[in-house]
């Protein structure tokens, strides 16, 4: 697979990591567009698979996005030109059939895959795979997928949002804690080459709005990590009953200050619960992380460790932001 990746991206990090594109559920007969990084990028699905061009006709220039699928070839919408999933173009609708195709007549294609439900593209050479999530293909537990959800900053802010504890209490009040129960255990964290993660984190979850002095509740025990600068995940198990909840988060930057989320989610419980359900609750809650990430100034999450006050809570972000500058990750795209 040839690669396109233009001289503005090329020293960038990410642009060797798999980012998400779209929802492979969505991703149907037709050819979409998307952003990544600030490259045009056209998708479809043939009989092979997913996958991703430049979003732009090598004759004219035109968004082959805005085309159409055709004996398994995406055509381009401005003179016809037929490209096979390889991106070699096999039909030029204006020269004769025994005319020989010119050899640069090609469209440029981008790593692609499809998993956990979503579409994923890396515009370079992919650093890694994705992480491996054995829950998402386990029968006892119920997968799907949550989002897009547009945020208006650096896709790091939105990844050390998701790795952060102490917001539970305060920002999902009544949802995923309670302000009254907002002090946290000690807790430590692991660093592997490519993974951070915590050990178990107990909270205690009140019954929402009972008023109760009873501490009547659930306590959850979660697990959070940082896969790849912009994948997190983390588990939540009901101590009692086992009951046990995935969320990979996974972010695809637009630009420096946009990014786009999607969440791959397992469950092994409430299978009874429409799936509609289970999705709704999800928006609401990042509809509140969302709201709270976007009032933070930088929207570039900042690396200089002096910039921001860091507290002993703040150990696994502290670690992403290290991490981050190790890798040379300092702003939302580049
Ligand atoms: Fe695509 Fe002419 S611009 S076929």
């Not at 991703?27 to 996958?51: C, H, Q, T, W, Y």
Request: charged share 25%; net charge negative; with cysteine.
């Amino acid at each position: 697979m040839s690669t396109a990746v233009n001289d503005r991206l090329q020293d960038s990090v990410l642009v060797n990591e798999w980012h998400p594109v779209y929802k492979a559920s969505e991703l149907k007969d037709e050819p979409v567009g998307v952003i990544v990084m600030g490259e045009r990028v056209a998708l479809f699905r043939s009989k092979n698979g997913v996958n991703a061009f430049r979003d732009l006709c090598i004759h004219r220039g035109a968004m082959l996005s805005k085309g159409y699928i055709k004996n398994d070839t995406l055509v381009c919408p401005y003179h016809g030109w037929q490209y096979d999933d390889k991106g070699n173009c096999v039909c030029i609708p204006a020269q004769g059939k025994d005319k020989k195709i010119p050899v640069r007549a090609k469209a440029e294609g981008y790593h692609c895959i499809e998993k956990y439900g979503i579409v994923w593209v890396c515009l370079g050479e992919p650093k890694s795979d994705l992480p491996d999530i054995p829950e998402f293909e386990d029968p006892s537990y119920r997968p799907l997928v949550c989002g897009p959800y547009e945020v208006k900053a650096a896709g790091t802010r939105v990844v050390e949002n998701f790795t952060d504890f102490a917001h539970l209490m305060y920002v999902h009040g009544g949802l995923l804690g309670h302000p009254d129960y907002a002090e946290l255990p000690d807790f430590q964290i692991f660093k592997e080459e490519d993974r951070i993660y915590t050990d178990d984190v107990p909270i205690f979850q009140p019954v929402a709005h009972s008023g109760s002095d009873a501490k009547e509740g659930t306590t959850y025990v979660y697990v959070k990590e940082v896969f790849r600068p912009l994948v997190g995940k983390l588990s939540k198990r009901d101590a009692d009953t086992g009951q046990t909840l995935y969320i990979l988060l996974t972010v695809l930057p637009i630009n420096d200050k946009e990014c786009t989320v999607y969440m791959a989610v397992a469950r092994n419980y409430g299978f009874d619960v429409p799936d509609e359900q289970f999705i709704q609750f999800q928006d609401t809650v990042f509809e509140q992380d969302a709201w709270i990430i976007e009032t933070q100034k930088p929207e570039l999450l900042p690396l200089d460790l002096q910039a921001e006050l860091n507290h002993k809570v703040d150990i696994l972000s502290v670690a992403y932001r290290r991490w981050l500058k190790e890798l040379g990750v300092t702003i939302g795209t580049t």
